[in-house]
């Protein structure tokens, strides 16, 4: 049985801005470690000699040219916003983080 | 705001400790559309207007690489004497900031595109000549593609800070602009001249950057930006100290000045028996003052993968040779050959370098200015005109060829310097080239030496005292009838035959 903390949970709640009660973060833990023990599973299986895989598609280089293609105006950008004001997406305020 | 922290004189703390310096810059390409869409990417345009499904990260949309800000990454990779990975991915770096639509940054994490370069600086003397000129090595760990975020504009509170805003408002137009992130290793060894090692290596990388035609590097649009990270350690013996990440300092002289600061900082925390935090830090151009941030997130919080949407790069290193192949002259050698073939001084050089102007001066030379005269006239007369009008000097309407034509006037005796400035006000104005606007405004100077003496004869005739005086051995009262004389040939003479015409004709 693969072991997750509480305050593991808790950090990962935090970081994915998931409020949790008490109750959840020890019902997630218990129910994270299961999967975690699935994960190892699959983990067991693998050997030294086979890197992880990113990409199954045997697929390198795809690019495209540098130029312009119509993309949306700004109603059409807005259209899905939740609220707006002057052209821009509005947001609530952004509290003791900093980008 | 924070509270102001101690600070000790920075000449005091460099001598009690040894800096460790590390930079990291953020380049924004000069592409037309974005790092992963064809959305445009102009600069100054009305907000959400560059956008597409995947700047704004809505669902379904899929990035696709730009090829072109891919041969810009591995032009700068080899510019700055890296390795080319031959195989790297990008991957996504997970954070919640409302500017990142997405909720992850497309970025490379341990597969940068380019790694383990470096690049010579020239730290020129200091001002007072107490400090010599040397050459420091820069080592790149590496340089990574990734993507730039949008703009929130804070709303309420009264600083337009984030402290105190209400809410926020956010344009996406600079979502997903390709950036290039430079990041060097550890910089040692340079002592007390830590600062100037800092803002030469910006200096240096943005000469270089625009010498490869791969950026605008304006770093007060933000095209150039650049991180500090700065730690002391007592001696270069101890291991490293704790350090911190002043952030968006975007200005050579903010540079240089944010680790003179940061270096006061760090020596008061340090003196005083605490702990050095490792932070991200704020720098405050109009107080030049760093206050703290947010603490450092460890790497592995921002869960970073491999990036599903996009497929593995391998550069052919065919390709990437022939890429080799366009390189610029390394700007440090381009300067030095310059300054010697020009007869510049170092701070001339340094001058027409800070104001972007080499390529202009060399461009004037070239058309046939000597190069004393087109310094002057980008450095002097063309620099203010940029100043007043707040643009570059590259963006004024005047070419480089229309310059060489103005001071081959001059030389040729058809105009004066203020008949020459005149005339480019002229060109300036939209009415043609030096040739033309001379012939339009009527502004070649009076060779007529019958009209000269005319006008002569007409001022000592108005001011039989000022002629008197002079008869009487005041030869300095000649001013007064050569400015009249002047006035009367609009400028347009030669002040010193004029001069000489003068007391000729009143017969002193």
């Not at chain 1, 990409?55 to 700004?74: E, F, I, K, Q």
């Not at chain 2, 720098?283 to 949407?309: I, N, Q, V």
């Not at chain 2, 002079?470 to 347009?492: F, N, P, S, W, Y």
């Amino acid at each position: 049985m693969s072991v997750i903390s509480r305050s593991e949970v808790e950090h990962l709640a935090r970081l994915a801005r998931i409020d949790m009660t008490d109750e959840e973060l020890d019902r997630m833990a218990g129910q994270l470690g299961a999967v975690l023990d699935a994960v190892a599973q699959v983990a067991s299986a693998v050997t030294d000699d086979v890197p992880a895989t990113s990409h199954p598609v045997p697929l390198t280089n795809v690019t495209r040219p540098d130029v312009v293609r119509p993309g949306l105006s700004a109603a059409d950008a807005l259209a899905g916003a939740p609220a707006s004001e002057d052209g821009r997406f509005r947001v609530p305020q952004i509290l003791e983080e900093d980008a | 705001m924070s509270a102001v922290d101690q600070t000790i004189p920075y000449d005091e703390a460099i001598a009690q400790f040894d800096p460790v310096l590390g930079l990291e810059v953020h380049v924004e390409l000069s592409t037309a559309t974005k790092m992963f869409s064809g959305a445009p990417t102009e600069f100054g345009a009305e907000p959400n207007t560059q956008v597409d499904p995947v700047s704004l990260g809505l669902p379904g949309a899929l990035p696709v690489l730009n090829a072109k800000a891919l041969e810009s990454a591995i032009r700068i990779g080899l510019a700055l004497n890296c390795s080319i990975a031959s195989y790297c991915r990008f991957a996504r770096k997970n954070y919640f900031y409302p500017d990142m639509p997405k909720n992850f940054q497309t970025s490379q994490y341990d597969e940068p595109i380019a790694h383990d370069g470096f690049l010579d600086v020239e730290v020129p003397a200091s001002e007072d000549g107490t400090k010599p000129a040397f050459t420091y090595r820069v080592d790149i760990e590496r340089a990574h593609m990734e993507e730039d975020t949008g703009k929130s504009l804070h709303v309420g509170g009264s600083t337009g800070r984030i402290h105190g805003a209400e809410y926020s408002l956010v344009d996406y137009n600079r979502a997903g602009i390709p950036l290039i992130e430079i990041v060097t290793r550890p910089l040692t060894g340079a002592g007390d001249r830590v600062p100037d090692v800092a803002r030469a290596y910006v200096a240096t990388l943005r000469d270089l950057l625009r010498a490869l035609d791969v950026s605008d590097v304006k770093m007060e649009q933000g095209s150039l930006r650049c991180d500090v990270n700065l730690s002391l350690r007592p001696t270069p013996q101890d291991p490293l100290g704790t350090r911190s990440e002043t952030k968006n300092v975007n200005s050579l002289r903010s540079v240089e000045r944010a680790v003179r600061y940061e270096v006061g900082r760090h020596a008061a925390v340090l003196l005083s028996g605490a702990k050095v935090v490792q932070e991200t830090r704020h720098w405050h151009e109009d107080t030049g003052l760093t206050t703290s941030g947010r603490e450092k997130s460890d790497a592995e919080d921002y869960r970073y993968f491999p990036e599903p949407d996009l497929v593995p790069i391998e550069p052919d290193p065919a390709w990437v040779e022939s890429l080799r192949a366009t390189l610029p002259e390394p700007p440090a050698e381009r300067r030095r050959r310059l300054t010697t073939e020009w007869g510049f001084s170092e701070p001339e050089m340094r001058d027409v370098l800070n104001a972007g102007a080499l390529d202009l001066v060399e461009a004037t030379v070239a058309a046939g200015a000597s190069p004393a005269t087109a310094r002057k006239w980008w450095m002097g007369e063309l620099a203010r005109r940029a100043n007043v009008e707040g643009t570059d000097l590259s963006a004024l309407p005047v070419t480089p060829a229309q310059v060489a034509e103005l001071q081959g006037l001059v030389d040729a005796g058809t105009l004066t310097d203020r008949l020459a400035r005149e005339a480019l006000e002229g060109v300036l104005a939209g009415e043609g080239s030096p040739t033309e606007v001379v012939a339009s405004r009527n502004l070649a100077m009076v060779s007529d030496e019958s009209a000269l003496i005319a006008a002569v004869d007409a001022a000592v005739a108005a001011n039989p005292d000022v002629a008197d005086k002079i008869r009487a051995g005041k030869v300095q009262a000649a001013g007064a009838l050569i400015g009249a004389v002047m006035k009367d040939m609009r400028g347009k003479a030669d002040a010193a035959r004029v001069r000489e015409l003068v007391l000729e004709r009143v017969g002193s």
